[in-house]
């Protein structure tokens, strides 16, 4: 609908979108940087606008999606800039640290979508409020959620309506604590961390001493059973709450040594003298940690583009109630491009730019996986695991695997 460059000109990004050069916008002092990593659009976050920013924007009355970027210009420590977004009248991102919520990184691309924001006046209306520093606002986009383009055909599916997990669409995986992530749980394969229940799929952490582990949990993968390349993945689920709960739903390669250059076999996960991974890539459709509610993310990972190379390439979008409701959390994956939805709103799209496979690793078939890791490097972020949370149980609708019709 209506998309801006703030403080600078007007830019086409990688996918598509048209941003014009800053209309509709006021307050605060533009600025630039130099550079900007963690994205394929560094441009568009460039130029700023820091101060008391608002936006007015005469549109439609109607519901709308509207997604921020953000890049941290200054090198700051935790908490020396931190300011509410609100739109119409309505906060809809609550304390927003643009370095923290981007990995503890400065000049790093950061977009935060927000679903859903109600116009009835015939004007969009977005203000910042600082609690520390003052905000910042490199761009936005305004878009309202699309029927979609694609005739999808279901290929692939479990319901979850038996009553035992199917093996022959489903593997467990059976782990000691510190495999991977260094995350605190046991994987196991007992019917007390996977089972199936009114037509539910539950996978249900605990904590309890076993193997060595001070937790236990599931995850499940189609490794063998189901393996894609290309096409629509759905999850339809009900997420865990509490500060240390770190349930995923993604995807690996079938083939995860396909791209590797110091390994050609064996254990490859947790092995840190293989680089399969991230070489061959990886596919997070959901990721969510306790410690911070309601914020859903989707990231790629690749040899070009990872953590370690300060360049990840990630979105975030934000919900009031993911332990408590069900959504949909979607991935359509084509050559070309990769998009992430909640519900069918857009909120992170990663495109093939053609450079090789260090960036496109994704042109080989990947398998499905379900878990919920507890604690862990990113778990265990926002301060130690609440113990009083558990039992946390994920709950899953169905997954589904959809392909183009033609």
């Known amino acids: 609908v209506w998309a801006i460059n703030v403080g600078g000109p007007a830019y086409t990004g990688v996918e598509g979108t048209a941003y014009v050069a800053e209309e509709d916008v006021s307050g605060g002092e ?26 007015a924007r005469s549109i439609a009355n109607g519901t709308y999606d509207v997604t921020f970027y953000f890049a941290e ?9 931190v300011f509410d977004a609100y739109a119409e009248g309505e906060r809809v991102i609550d304390d927003l640290d643009v370095m923290l919520f981007r990995d503890g990184k400065v000049i790093s691309a950061l977009t935060v979508t927000v679903p859903d924001v109600v116009v009835e006046d015939g004007e969009l209306n977005i203000n910042f409020e600082a609690s520390a520093g003052e905000p910042v606002l490199s ?57 199936l229940q009114d037509g539910m ?28 390349l290309y096409g629509r993945f759905e999850m339809r689920a009900k997420l865990p709450s509490g500060q240390g709960t770190w349930p995923a739903f993604w995807m ?22 293989c680089d ?16 911070q509610m309601d914020h859903v993310h989707g990231t790629v990972h690749n040899e070009a583009y990872y953590w370690v190379k300060w360049e990840q390439r990630k979105g975030r979008i934000l919900l009031d109630d993911v332990d408590e409701e069900f959504h949909v959390y979607a ?31 994704f042109d080989k ?27 946390q149980q994920m709950l899953v609708d169905y997954a589904r695997v959809y392909g183009l019709a033609d």
């Open 73 to 81: 210009p200054d090198e700051i420590a935790a908490d020396e800039r």
């Open 139 to 195: 761009g936005l986009a305004v878009r309202v959620k699309q029927p979609r383009s694609k005739s999808w055909q279901l290929v692939w599916s479990d319901e979850f309506d038996g009553d035992e997990l199917d093996t022959t669409k489903w593997s467990a995986r059976i782990w000691p604590p510190r495999k991977v992530n260094d995350e605190d749980q046991a994987y196991t394969g007992r019917e007390k961390n996977i089972r």
């Open 30 to 55: 533009v600025g630039s940087m130099p550079i900007v990593k963690g994205s394929s659009d560094a441009d568009l976050y460039k130029t700023y606008r820091e101060g008391d920013v608002e936006i």
């Open 276 to 291: 399969a991974w991230p070489n061959s890539g990886e596919i997070d459709i959901l990721e969510h940690v306790g410690y």
């Open 331 to 361: 991935m359509e994956w084509s050559p070309e491009r990769i998009d992430m939805f909640v519900d069918d709103t857009l909120y992170f799209t990663y495109m093939n730019e053609n450079k090789g496979w260090e960036e496109w690793p």
């Open 201 to 228: 799929l539950i996978i249900e952490a605990h904590k309890e001493d076993y193997e060595g582990a001070k937790y236990t949990s599931g995850r499940i993968h189609t490794a063998g059973k189901g393996d894609f």
């Open 252 to 273: 690996l390669p079938t083939d995860p040594f396909r791209y590797a250059t110091k390994c050609e076999e064996g254990e490859w996960q947790g092995n840190a003298e």
């Open 365 to 391: 078939p990947f398998f499905l996986i379900m878990n919920i890791a507890v604690g862990g490097v990113w778990g265990r972020a926002g301060g130690p695991i609440d113990d009083s949370i558990f039992p």
